[in-house]
């Protein structure tokens, strides 16, 4: 990091898990408002996150609780795909 003072050096570690927790607070209310649940490209895509699977395994470490279910559609080539689907658990009702 050359080039970056000392004090932007503690600060940068600072910022970047505030954004985390931005991230995982985001992820938690928007499973609360879509009981039916969230892929991860609904994540990427409403709430800009880059990387929800790690956002969301943070949340389970800490005690949220977030079930995990495969889904399955067909693609447009008529192949079927599967994908996670996250919600939250009973718990957090």
Do not use: C
Not at 27 to 56: F, M, W
């Amino acid at each position: 990091m050359k080039g970056i003072s000392r004090k932007d050096k503690v600060i940068l570690p600072q910022m970047e898990e505030k954004s985390k927790t931005n991230q995982r607070i985001a992820i938690v209310q928007y499973l609360n408002e879509h009981p039916e649940g969230a892929t991860v490209r609904d994540l990427v895509v409403k709430l800009n996150i880059n990387s929800p699977t790690k956002r969301i395994s943070e949340l389970i470490r800490s005690g949220v609780s977030i079930e995990k279910r495969w889904a399955h559609r067909m693609n447009s080539k008529g192949e079927k795909k599967r994908f996670m689907r996250y919600r939250l658990g009973k718990e957090n009702e």
